[in-house]
């Protein structure tokens, strides 16, 4: 980042006075040396992910009173001395002499409310994970605990094990996914199953004719050993073996579904390459899960559909269990489906920025991080995902339309190495149905698809750009989650297909 921008854009953050973050630290003066060099170290360690950390010496961080909000810039500032700047500058060369690596920064003087600030503008680099040394522990003046140091929200602090292995993957720049697998060769990968991805994302056809080694090498799946031989790499393994837990354990799905009125649990396992699983978990629940009523008013033409699950974010959830997995741990994706909620447990966190508190907190994540890139942007390919970082904007949406309690994350600590998402039951179907009338109300509403259904069908071909919510305004008593549904059945039957962008995209009806 150029020095210009980092100088306008500190400026901009104590003008709009922005509260401290995972990149943003305020110190009244020099004297919280210990404070600032773990900072500093936090900072270049880069544990959430941002594009730069400043920084900020001069700057005295209060309360709103009025707003609630915490540590903000006061204002106006209460500044550094013309006179002392050259000298705290030369301080903080020292101060962060403390750290190694040697780490990467910028010390910037600029001026506000009439008066000098310093900005240490810390960027982040791949020579880490960044410590401070022995010497500031024992420098009477610093006293800080010899440690690699990471910022989490506003607080930089020593990371727990799970950080601090995660902080170590990071900077040896490991990615199980990009990994030649240790014993798959390109022998264990599907040809069929290679053709049928190069089909559904639309590959022109001479790469659809290749011999299965030029197209493996096209697609980046293999490499040569130095044994001799082509190995699949561990992202192949997954998307194209028949089989891929002989080769990376538990790398599947399993279903365990409470038995009604019993206090025991029945299991399916879904196996198989990965975007296989994804859709078949996705029947599974259409077809064994998924419910709903209608309710009519009697002096209304409209009827509105109730569904104790919406199939959107039952799907966004799955997909996304399968997809954040870490593949190097020997656990599975396990989904639970009780009488009143679903839950998706996968044995390792979200990637920061990401965390537990922001899935609760925020409906977008513009700045997510991919444990898998490989398999990212295959997904994204097969539209097993729409948009990077949305997946659970929709599922919550999806909720929210449907009325549902809100989408919940465990666990509410920073040890335990796992995500659970929890999507309870719609509470008035609940109050509705018992678990004996599931059959009855599900069959209820497969005697409306087929009106519903040609009227999609219908407004496709008279405007291929239509979205769902648009289709929803035109079908009364339908919702939007609802039409989504029904499309996804009639691309499933190869009734019609998707070309194009999501945004820029048309349907195209292949038959009535």
């Known amino acids: 980042m150029q020095l210009l921008d980092i100088k306008r854009m500190a400026h901009d953050i104590l003008e709009n006075q922005s509260v401290e973050s995972s990149s943003i630290e305020y110190k009244k003066s020099l004297n919280f040396r210990d404070k ?10 880069n544990y959430m992910n941002n594009e730069i950390g400043l920084l900020f010496i001069g700057i005295e961080e209060v309360d709103n009173k009025e707003t609630g909000e ?40 600029d001026k506000i409310d009439n008066a000098y600030y310093i900005v240490v503008a810390i960027e982040s680099g791949s020579n880490g994970p960044f410590q401070t040394i022995e010497r500031a522990e024992k420098d009477k003046d610093i006293r800080l605990k010899m440690g690699r140091y990471i910022r989490v929200g506003r607080d930089s602090r020593l990371p727990n094990t799970i950080e601090e292995f995660e902080l170590l993957k990071k900077f040896a720049n490991f990615s199980f996914c990009s990994n030649l697998n240790d014993t798959a060769t390109i022998d264990d990968l599907s040809y069929e199953y290679m053709k049928e991805y190069l089909i559904h994302t639309g590959a022109k056809k001479d790469i659809r004719e290749m011999s299965k080694l030029d197209m493996a090498k096209s697609m980046g799946l293999i490499s040569e050993s130095k044994y001799g031989g082509y190995r699949a790499k561990n992202f192949a393994v997954l998307m194209f073996a028949e089989t891929p837990n002989k080769f990376i354990q538990n790398a599947h799905v399993e279903i365990i579904r409470e038995i009604n009125t019993t206090d025991k649990m029945e299991s399916k396992k879904i196996d198989g390459p990965i975007w296989i699983q994804a859709k078949q978990v996705s029947k599974y629940f259409e077809e064994s899960i998924m419910a709903s009523y209608t309710i009519r008013e009697a002096d209304k033409i409209e009827h509105k559909i109730i ?39 996968n044995h390792n966190r979200p990637l920061p920025p990401v965390t537990i508190k922001s899935l609760n907190k925020d409906r977008s994540f513009d700045r997510r991080q991919y444990l898998n890139k490989e398999l990212k942007d295959m ?12 997946g659970i904007r929709r599922a919550k949406d999806a909720l929210l339309e449907n009325g549902s309690p809100e989408l919940k994350f465990y666990p509410d600590n920073e040890e335990d190495n796992y995500t659970n998402a929890v999507m309870e039951i719609n509470k008035e179907f609940l109050d509705k149905f018992n678990c004996s009338t599931t059959k009855e109300t599900t069959k209820e509403t497969t005697k409306e698809k087929s009106v519903i259904q040609e009227r999609i069908l219908y407004l496709m071909k008279n405007d291929p750009s239509i979205t769902a919510e648009q289709i929803a305004n035109e079908i009364k008593g339908i919702t939007a989650d609802g039409v989504r549904y029904h499309i996804r059945n009639l691309k499933a039957h190869g009734v019609i297909k998707r070309e194009g962008s999501t945004k820029s995209g048309r349907w195209i009806v292949m038959k009535d």
């Open 36 to 45: 600032i060099l773990k900072t500093a170290c936090a900072f270049a360690n």
């Open 70 to 109: 915490k540590a903000i810039p006061k204002r106006p500032i209460e500044g550094i001395k013309e006179s002392k700047i050259e000298g705290i500058e030369n301080e903080l060369k020292s101060l962060l002499s403390n750290i190694y690596p040697k780490i990467s920064y910028h010390i910037i003087t």
């Open 307 to 345: 569904y104790n699950y919406p199939l959107t974010a039952f799907e966004e959830l799955a997909t996304n269990a399968i997809l954040h997995k870490e593949y190097d741990t020997p656990e599975y994706v396990g989904i639970y489906v009780y009488s009143d909620r679903i839950s998706f447990v």
């Open 379 to 390: 997904f994204f390919s097969l539209n097993l995902i729409e948009s990077y970082g949305s």
